[in-house]
T-cell receptor, first 116, second 116 residues
Framework: DGGITQSPKYLFRKEGQNVTLSCEQN?????MYWYRQDPGQGLRLIYY???????QKGDIAEGYSVSREKKESFPLTVTSAQKNPTAFYLC???????????????FGAGTRLSVL | AQSVTQPDIHITVSEGASLELRCNYS??????LFWYVQSPGQGLQLLLK??????LVQGIKGFEAEFKRSQSSFNLRKPSVHWSDAAEYFC??????????????FGTGTLLAVQP
């Protein structure tokens, strides 16, 4: 089955630690996205990538980093500079980044990150 | 500024009753509009989308939505709610063709509870 796989489902971070969230898609989509979800705030865009080896900051990129070395993979690192990392993180992908129907975004099941 | 407003944070309806969830948007270009549904601890599932043409769009699970440009609204409706519809619903707006951005802007969500 084609889809988006996020792992792990639950993740715990210690103070001062960097952690990496995995996102893999087998939909052959060019564009991928990372969102952060907090209660009552909807989804906020962290980073997005329109094509391999390229990515742009979203609205809340501070304290996060990404890479896009392969089309199917878009890992997110939550660095120690992110002082409030506890949230639900969602990865999404779309056929490409152009306007219109090709920008329908499909989501993974999410990773819940908590601070110990 | 581009934004999406879902004025109802929480709604409770009885099973079998009709449902309308409100969504208002502010967007400078021709908008593409989406409704997503999220079950607890899960990712987002696309319910329906509007790109152009008929302003009444049908989606999955018996949902429909009507685009009203004059009111900048895209309200979600269902004639008879089932207990399994209990979830959080998100409205989102994105750029149309020629838009400068591929980013989606999400509302803060409406949590739907269904009474037996």
């Amino acid at each position: 089955d084609g889809g988006i796989t996020q792992s792990p489902k639950y993740l715990f971070r210690k103070e001062g630690q960097n952690v990496t969230l995995s996102c893999e898609q087998n939909l052959n989509h060019d564009a991928m996205y990372w969102y952060r979800q907090d209660p009552g705030q909807g989804l906020r865009l962290i980073y997005y990538s329109q094509i391999v080896n390229d990515f742009q900051k979203g609205d809340i990129a501070e304290g996060y980093s990404v890479s896009r070395e392969k089309k199917e993979s878009f890992p997110l690192t939550v660095t120690s500079a992110q002082k409030n990392p506890t949230a639900f993180y969602l990865c999404a992908s779309s056929i490409d980044s152009g306007g219109g129907p090709k920008n329908i975004q499909y989501f993974g099941a999410g990773t819940r990150l908590s601070v110990l | 500024a581009q934004s999406v407003t879902q004025p109802d944070i929480h709604i409770t309806v009885s099973e079998g009753a009709s449902l309308e969830l409100r969504c208002n948007y502010s967007y400078g270009a021709t908008p593409y509009l989406f409704w997503y549904v999220q079950s607890p601890g899960q990712g987002l599932q696309l319910l329906l989308k509007y790109f152009s043409g008929d302003t009444l769009v049908q989606g999955i699970k018996g949902f429909e939505a009507e685009f009203k440009r004059s009111q900048s609204s895209f309200n979600l409706r269902k004639p008879s709610v089932h207990w399994s519809d209990a979830a959080e619903y998100f409205c989102a707006v994105g750029g149309g063709y020629g838009g400068a951005t591929n980013k989606l802007i999400f509302g803060t969500g409406t949590l739907l509870a269904v009474q037996p």
